[in-house]
């Protein structure tokens, strides 16, 4: 089993910054791949980045491309998330998510550890 635990989450003005982190916990060498995703009220759940624990390959959501940063670091076994110039609509719950294999990286589905959310308001 493996435990997420997101954090750095919180109410900011549009165009400011946070930085959210993802710190896993138990067996993390069965989650090589690591994303970020989030869900708005009454919206589904949408990918916003990923990354590899080993190589470092990352992808992002054409939404978040050129504010948005993942990265890791593997001896603290931590994601983070850096979000620049926040808007309005990036206003969700940020989940962090592990599984083995990149593959569809893009699909929720395909992910096998889950964290508990963490909340990201960003006001007009």
């Known amino acids: 089993q493996v435990q997420l635990v997101e954090s750095g989450g919180g109410l900011v003005q549009a165009g400011g910054s946070l930085r959210l982190s993802c710190a896993a916990s138990?067996?993390?060498?069965?989650?090589?791949?690591m994303g970020w995703f989030r869900q708005a009220p009454g919206k589904e759940r949408e990918f916003v980045a990923a990354?590899?624990?080993?190589?470092?390959?990352?992808y992002y959501a054409d939404s978040v491309k050129g504010r948005f940063t993942i990265s890791r670091d593997n001896d603290k076994n931590t994601v983070y998330l850096q979000m620049n110039n926040l808007k309005p609509e990036d206003t969700a719950v940020y989940y962090c998510?592990?599984?083995?294999?990149?593959?569809?990286?893009?699909?929720?589905?395909?992910?096998?550890?889950w964290g508990q959310g963490t909340q990201v308001s960003v006001s007009s």
């Open positions: 138990g067996r993390t060498d069965s989650t090589n791949f």
């Open positions: 998510a592990g599984k083995r294999y990149s593959g569809m990286y893009y699909r929720p589905g395909t992910y096998d550890y």
């Open positions: 990354i590899s624990w080993t190589v470092g390959n990352t």
